[in-house]
């Protein structure tokens, strides 16, 4: 009879102390998923679309583990060029570690650049069906990106990533796109300062891809030259010499090439480098007639020059 009490004594005990304990768990539970370290609890869609594994699906435990399980067999379907079934991989994967960022850059990177670029080459497919199949993975990478965007917001990492692939130029760019993601990005909270410096100019950089955003990333290249000398690279001071000898651009003051390079053999080396580079980007404005001045002005000898004069007399 004794035993029988102790028993049922125990069992209350440990009743009532699960039951004060529940307000306690369920507060750490909640301030656990609030902090993003366990994952996300999974609705009743999201288990069906995990098929067999939904099991698993209630241990949160060990979904991260399943998930890179997961991720390491795609590496099987790569070798074998098989993009749906790795497709369909990573859409359970990222529902099962949704806050793993690599999981996302993965998947995107599997879609626009691996599987787009084999359907490009997919000699069985005709012309139409190759572009049409290389955008259409393309789409998918971006895709990815915004989902993961959509569940991990504030993370700039993401955002980088969709910008760097909206302004691939082998991918199907979408400049404008591109523009306004990185400045989304400088909106993100506790940036680094080294990302923000580098967001801004890529920003520039993608605006010289827009012919007719020409007076905007003239008038940006000189914001950021005058902001800081951390600014003053290449990218930012090409800019400024095409864009205010660009015809539709209003220019307040022209600057010399020693206040924008600070000497004019400093100016020349860079002009020169632009020049070899003068099919990618904006229209080289000026460009040609700058640097004959400058060849003319250090006295660069003849066979020196990238436009050397042609001699008046034949002889």
Same mark, same amino acid.
């Given at each position: ?13 440990? %009743?009532?102390?699960? +039951? ?6 369920? &507060? ?54 098989? +993009? ?56 998918? %990478? ?7 965007? &959509?569940?991990?917001?504030? =993370? +700039? ?40 410096? =580098? ?43 095409? %864009? ?5 651009? &209003? ?6 090439? =020693? ?15 632009? +020049? ?40």
């Amino acid at each position: 009879m004794n035993k029988s009490l102790n028993i049922v004594v125990i069992i209350a005990i440990l %009743g009532v102390t699960g +039951w004060l304990r529940m307000p306690y768990e369920q &507060k750490l539970s909640d301030e656990l998923h609030r902090l993003k370290l366990v994952p996300p609890r999974l609705s009743l869609e999201d288990r069906t679309r995990l098929k067999q594994k939904a099991f698993v699906a209630t241990y949160g435990s060990l979904r991260p583990t399943i998930a890179a399980l997961m991720s390491d067999t795609t590496s099987r379907y790569h070798s074998d060029q098989e +993009w749906d079934k790795i497709e369909d991989y990573f859409s359970e994967i990222v529902l099962l570690d949704p806050y793993n960022l690599y999981y996302w850059d993965q998947a995107s990177w599997h879609m626009a650049s691996n599987a787009a670029a084999d359907k490009r080459d997919d000699e069985t497919l005709t012309e139409v069906g190759r572009q049409k199949a290389f955008k259409k993975y393309i789409q998918k %990478g971006k895709d990815i990106l915004n989902q993961g965007i &959509k569940i991990n917001p504030g =993370q +700039w990492k993401l955002l980088n990533l969709k910008a760097m692939l909206e302004a691939n130029r082998h991918r199907n760019p979408d400049y404008p796109a591109a523009v306004e993601t990185y400045r989304e990005l400088l909106e993100t909270p506790d940036l680094p300062r080294h990302i923000k410096r =580098q967001t801004e100019l890529r920003i520039l950089h993608v605006m010289q891809q827009l012919p007719e955003r020409h007076q905007e990333a003239y008038d940006y290249a000189l914001e950021l030259f005058h902001r800081s000398n951390n600014y003053r690279v290449d990218t930012v001071t090409n800019e400024i010499v095409i %864009g205010q000898n660009h015809p539709l651009n &209003k220019v307040t003051k022209r600057m010399t090439m =020693q206040e924008i390079y600070g000497s004019n053999q400093r100016a020349l080396s860079k002009l020169k480098i632009k +020049w070899q580079r003068r099919d990618l980007g904006q229209k080289p404005y000026g460009l040609e007639k700058t640097i004959q001045v400058l060849e003319n002005k250090l006295r660069v000898p003849q066979d020196q020059r990238v436009f050397p004069h042609k001699p008046l007399f034949m002889k």
